[in-house]
């Protein structure tokens, strides 16, 4: 039998959530407050462990609810990854099923669990899965050797022309690398017709996450020319966001904060670069991720409906002409779009 406890107001889920082995950033009580901070989800999850005992297993999620995109349950909203917490396939089907009963006790239209292989079905619910690509980067051998795996002629060579051009690498949280970052990664979120997140999300995070978060940018004299949001949990660095200015993408920044990342991971003790998730169909970033050494593995997400998967998902003529719409917003209406969309979107 299954209870439900809500993880910011329990002592235990951050003991719990240190302690497993399969934990990761997206777990964490500092990713669930800046999630309620910035788009007011409230974080509940589902364990076996009754009150007053310690926990030993447990199924995170939020619940988004949109007049636009409708309501459903999601294991966790804007995570590459959030594995159910059990000890066994039988703990996490349970914990599964009693989030999958929420979803049709109150007429929301799906749970949608983020893990690495696909789950099994709920009664009377409809499974789906989707399917992405996941790296990471195995920091343990030395630097030397690190280096040496990357790809000659499109990573290393990209490292030593922005160390070669000077580029300047300056990392921290301050109001000024924040600007810089926006500055880039509107570029970017631009370039691919999607609207930016809020300005918002990332000072949330910032306050929730301390000195785990950096912002690491590279600067052609005073300019930003690429910069990379990276968080820190237990023994694994992740990257999360990312952004550059096309017209200086030839001198390796992107590439020069990477190799700085894991220079300070190496540094820090760290075990693991975890570089995210990308959708199959993104050869060219995948091209990217794996000429970092990374290993590469599929993300499977099960979503468990109450009405029958449709067969035409997916994005169609409508979702290819709002991405153009957006991207040809001027700034302050692309920034905005932002914001009034993420919140439906989770």
């Known amino acids: 039998m299954a209870c439900r406890i809500e993880p910011l107001q329990d002592a235990r889920w951050d003991r719990f959530v240190d302690a497993h082995p399969r934990s990761s950033v997206f777990h964490s009580t500092p990713w669930l407050e800046a ?6 989800y409230r974080s509940v999850a589902y364990t076996t462990s009754p009150p007053g005992n310690d926990l030993r297993d447990g199924v995170v999620t939020c619940r988004v609810a949109s007049w636009i995109t409708g309501q459903r349950l999601v ?10 917490l059990a000890e066994g396939a039988a703990d996490a089907q349970t914990l599964v099923s009693e989030a999958a009963g929420t979803v049709r006790r109150d007429n929301a239209g799906y749970l949608e669990v ?19 690509c996941f790296h990471q980067v195995d920091l343990r051998p030395d630097l030397a050797a690190l280096f040496a795996a990357f790809h000659k002629s499109s990573t290393q060579r990209k ?21 810089a970052f926006q500055t880039v990664f509107l570029m970017t979120r631009r370039r691919h017709g999607v ?45 999360k966001y990312g952004g550059s200015d096309p017209r200086f993408s030839n001198l390796g920044g992107t590439h020069l904060l990477f190799w700085r990342s894991i220079e300070e991971a190496k540094a820090g003790g760290l075990r693991l670069f975890d570089l995210g998730r990308t959708d199959w169909d993104n050869t060219g970033l995948i091209t990217f991720k794996d000429r970092w050494g990374a290993a590469q593995s599929n993300l499977v997400y099960t979503r468990l409906s109450v009405s029958p998967p449709s067969i035409h998902a997916g994005e169609g003529w409508a979702g290819r002409f709002a991405r153009s719409a957006i991207s040809r917003l001027p700034g302050g209406l692309f920034s905005l779009a932002g914001s009034r969309l993420y919140r439906h979107i989770g």
């Open 75 to 84: 294991s966790l909203p804007f995570s590459d990854h959030c594995e159910p």
């Open 195 to 239: 609207p930016p997140q809020p300005v918002a999300w990332f000072r949330n995070l910032i306050d929730c996450f301390g000195e785990a978060l950096q912002i690491r940018v590279a600067f052609q004299d005073e300019r930003p020319v690429a910069a990379i949001l990276t968080l820190r949990h237990k023994d694994t660095l992740v990257y």
């Open 35 to 40: 999630l309620r901070r910035t788009y007011g």
């Open 114 to 132: 983020r893990a690495a292989q696909p789950l099994a079905g709920a009664a009377g619910l409809y499974p789906s899965t989707r399917s992405y």
């Open 159 to 179: 490292i030593q022309r922005a160390e070669r051009e000077g580029l300047l690498y300056r990392s921290g949280r301050s109001p000024e690398l924040l600007d």
